[in-house]
């Protein structure tokens, strides 16, 4: 059975650095890439950012330039290095698993921005 287990939300202060980690654990066929998303309250789960098991990143266009993902395959984990935080990053960041035959979420871990 896939799990994944996600780590390092919090509080933090505008112009701040969180990291937050992803540990799968589980046998995985078919992966395509590894991620995260991320849910503000009212509003869709967007694309924060994924890297394909060729470790090629793709980001949404609000974090270009702030966030950085990187994987540890040794590990199997999936981490986002999070800087010059703001207020509009306030959100549930969701780590994401994509394989051929679906997807695979954590449970979430809450990332507050304040101003």
């Known amino acids: 059975q896939v799990q994944l287990v996600e780590s390092g939300g919090g509080l933090v202060q505008a112009g701040g650095s969180l990291r937050l980690s992803c540990a799968v654990s589980g046998r995985i066929v078919g992966l395509k890439t590894m991620g995260w998303y991320r849910q503000a309250p009212g509003k869709q789960r967007d694309l924060v950012a994924t890297?394909?098991?060729?470790?090629?990143?793709n980001y949404g266009d609000s974090v270009k330039g702030r966030f950085t993902i990187s994987r540890d395959n040794a590990k199997s984990t999936v981490s986002l290095q999070m800087n010059s935080l703001k207020p509009e990053d306030t959100a549930v960041y969701y780590c994401n698993v994509n394989t051929l035959w679906g997807n695979y979420w954590g449970q979430g871990t809450q990332v507050t921005v304040s101003s």
């Open positions: 890297i394909t098991v060729a470790e090629a990143p």
